[in-house]
């Protein structure tokens, strides 16, 4: 979609004004003399999403194991209100552990090699996680990973080549695992297209949402992906280590999920503790232990209000407020060296913008001090997320007149180009 957009500092201001989510930045922690460009990473905190952690708090301290007669259910009552965001049946998303364990769990179920078919196909840029699981997976197998993981290239180590992936379903993959949003360039996977090829073909498809949930619409019931996983601390903000999204396709409901535990058994005979293990024939019964409770809680609250907005007001505020910063980097910051490693097309690009400098870590470094909380990724990129929910027009002018001054004033040259933060 072609925007137009001005260069002042009053049409931040108008922005905002008339931007119709700017009573929801309310609702967030924004600190004083911080601009915060990291929800990609690690979401804001929320007043709903603290007042629910401290609910829980009170209910360990009043009711004890009492709370349990409903909170054994938690986990189904959060993962109902995420499944709207993938357009998924409620009793088809859960939560539980980590974005990686839940790799582990779905190629444990969805991985079950054959002489014939015994390959996991990946691409060689998402986040490393995902491949450290899969290698290990095909490894428990009996497989070396250079037999059993076909890696597809990106020809150019921003993007994925979708021809390619689709080439690479050869009769050897048994199991594909792609992000949906890529990382560092935001972009966006064509879904339905590459589950409807791979299921042409036999094979299973899975998807890692982590940069797409609460960021991008999606539709399960049109994708039909096998399985999908996802973090809630980024886009959902979810606060740290909260619990993991996993989605697991109703028509997979009656396989058995390739890691049990009792929180996998059926509701109705759970706590009769049998020997016999008795899967619930739902998402659920993908679960393993005792659902982490306080790393939920903050997330119901966080998810009211992705269910009161809905997806498609949050997208477009995000769509547009990207194109803004982009609009920015093109006139304002390419003259000093800055460009963007997104997609300008909708369709194809995410919630992030991936802003590219050679001297990205030293930028990055004074950005830190200049009141900015941006992301680094090496080896050149930095990735600014103004979030729908909670930056503003006018943050993202500030930003960019920093990073101006950043170069243009030669600080970054104080800084040492030597690794040391996390962030
Ligand atoms: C953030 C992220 C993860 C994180 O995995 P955890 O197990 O939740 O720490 C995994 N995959 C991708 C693509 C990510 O962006």
């Known amino acids: 979609m072609s925007r137009t957009f001005e260069t002042s500092l009053e049409y931040a201001k108008e922005q905002d004004k008339q931007d119709d989510l700017r009573k929801y930045r309310d609702l967030f922690y924004i600190q004083e003399d911080s601009i915060y460009m990291d929800g ?11 007042e629910k952690l401290d609910e829980m708090v009170n209910r360990w301290k009043n009711e004890g194991v009492i709370a349990w007669n409903d909170l054994y259910l938690y986990a189904e009552k959060i993962g109902s209100m995420m499944a709207p965001l993938v357009n998924a049946d409620a009793d088809e998303v859960t939560i539980v552990g980590s974005t990686t364990s839940n790799i582990h769990q ?7 090699p054959t002489e014939k078919r015994y390959k996991i196909m990946v691409d060689d840029i998402n986040f490393p996680t995902d491949r450290y699981a899969v290698d290990s997976i095909v490894r428990l197998k009996g497989y070396d990973v250079e037999e059993a993981v076909k890696v597809i290239k990106s020809p150019d180590g921003e993007f994925i080549d979708e021809e390619a992936i689709i080439a690479g379903m050869t009769d050897d993959v048994a199991v594909i695992l792609l992000p949906t949003v ?4 935001a972009q966006i996977i064509d879904m339905k297209r590459l589950a ?5 073909r036999g094979i299973y498809i899975g998807f890692d949402l982590c940069h797409a949930i609460g960021a991008i619409e999606m539709d399960f019931k049109e994708v039909q992906p096998d399985f999908a996983v996802w973090c809630t601390y980024k886009y959902l ?10 989605y697991i396709n109703r028509k997979h409901f009656e396989m058995m999920p390739g890691l049990n535990g009792w929180f996998g058994n059926k509701n109705a005979t759970q706590f009769q503790l049998k020997q016999e293990f008795e899967h619930e024939k739902n998402a659920s019964g993908w679960q393993i232990g005792t659902p982490s409770v306080f790393n939920m809680a903050p997330l119901e609250g966080s998810l009211e209000v992705f269910n009161e907005l809905g997806m498609p007001r ?7 407020i990207t194109a803004y910063l982009m609009y920015l980097i093109d006139t304002k910051l390419k003259k000093f060296g800055y460009s963007y490693g ?6 194809k690009r995410g919630g992030h913008v991936c802003l590219q400098h050679d001297e990205a870590y030293r930028i990055a470094a004074a950005l830190r001090d200049n009141g900015v909380v941006p992301d ?4 050149n990129v930095i990735r600014l997320a103004p979030i729908a929910l909670y930056t503003s027009y006018e943050e993202v002018y500030l930003v960019v007149e920093i990073l101006e001054k950043i170069v243009k004033e030669k600080i970054y040259e104080n800084y040492s180009a030597e690794r040391t933060a996390v962030v």
Do not use: W
């Open 106 to 112: 779905a190629l444990a179920t969805f991985y079950q």
């Open 376 to 379: 680094f990724r090496e080896p």
């Open 196 to 200: 409807e090829e791979a299921h042409k």
């Open 237 to 246: 903000n979810g606060g740290f280590g909260s619990c993991a999204g996993l």
């Open 342 to 347: 997104n997609s300008t097309v909708d369709e």
């Open 182 to 185: 890529l990382y560092r360039s």
């Open 40 to 50: 990609n990473s690690l979401g804001m905190a929320s007043k709903p999403a603290v």
């Open 314 to 320: 949050i997208r477009e505020k995000s769509l547009h």
